[in-house]
């Protein structure tokens, strides 16, 4: 079972290219705040407080579904129908949830720290500002400092798009190299 489509994520911070660090806090909020849910859950079902429930199941699977994280969503979904029927989910299946929840964050929680990683790494050892300002004047500096920060550019920029960077970069296709990086540099 594949618990969180990572590509849903990898294409949530593609279209938020300027605001990519907002972004995976947000991310990370909803990790943080997976076992104050979860307790709050918890308590709503002992209370058999099925509204409580509803509401809150509501809020987490809408969040959950944007970032591709699925089996966790389809799972708050069948919970919150059972619940709209007047039925609250038995031990095991509150169990299956919980389960599900804390899984779905823990690889939220990789893909949050692996982008962070990957995004200080290039910050640190190259400029993507530099880069493209290089690129931009047509500058033969932009071959040596993109070379140098090669594995992480592949990391940041999806498979094709750094295939097609570095293919215009030997080609001394500065310009076109140049619009492929601009998405992927902060204003």
Same mark, same amino acid.
């Given at each position: 079972?594949? $618990?969180?489509?990572?590509?849903?994520?990898? !294409?949530?911070?593609?279209?938020?290219?300027?605001?990519?660090? =907002?972004?995976?806090?947000?991310?990370?909020?909803?990790?943080?705040?997976?076992? +104050?849910?979860?307790?709050?859950?918890?308590?709503?079902?002992? +209370? @058999?407080?099925?509204?409580?429930?509803?509401?809150?199941?509501?809020? $987490?699977?809408? #969040?959950? +579904?944007?970032?591709?994280? &699925?089996?966790?969503?389809? @799972?708050?979904?069948?919970?919150?129908?059972?619940?709209?029927?007047?039925?609250?989910?038995? =031990?095991?299946?509150?169990?299956?949830?919980?389960?599900?929840?804390?899984? #779905?964050?823990?690889?939220?929680?990789?893909?949050?720290?692996?982008?962070?990683? $990957?995004?200080?790494? $290039?910050?640190?050892?190259? &400029?993507?500002?530099?880069?493209?300002?290089?690129?931009?004047?047509? !500058?033969?500096?932009?071959?040596?400092?993109?070379?140098?920060?090669? @594995?992480?550019?592949?990391?940041?920029?999806? #498979?094709?798009?750094?295939?097609?960077?570095?293919?215009?970069?030997?080609?001394?296709?500065?310009?076109?190299? +140049?619009?492929?990086?601009? =998405?992927?540099?902060?204003?």
């Amino acid at each position: 079972m594949n $618990i969180l489509n990572t590509t849903t994520l990898k !294409n949530l911070l593609l279209l938020s290219h300027k605001n990519q660090a =907002p972004l995976l806090n947000s991310l990370q909020n909803m990790v943080d705040n997976c076992s +104050a849910n979860i307790a709050e859950l918890d308590q709503a079902f002992k +209370a @058999s407080n099925k509204e409580v429930a509803k509401q809150l199941l509501h809020k $987490i699977r809408g #969040s959950f +579904a944007t970032i591709g994280a &699925d089996a966790f969503a389809n @799972s708050c979904a069948d919970i919150e129908l059972q619940l709209q029927r007047e039925v609250l989910p038995s =031990p095991t299946e509150q169990a299956a949830l919980f389960a599900l929840y804390q899984d #779905s964050c823990q690889v939220l929680q990789q893909f949050v720290q692996q982008h962070t990683v $990957i995004k200080a790494a $290039i910050d640190t050892e190259i &400029d993507l500002r530099q880069l493209l300002h290089l690129l931009q004047q047509q !500058n033969m500096a932009a071959t040596a400092l993109a070379n140098k920060g090669a @594995s992480l550019l592949n990391q940041l920029l999806p #498979s094709n798009t750094a295939a097609d960077f570095f293919k215009y970069l030997a080609q001394l296709n500065y310009t076109a190299a +140049a619009e492929l990086l601009i =998405p992927y540099v902060e204003n």
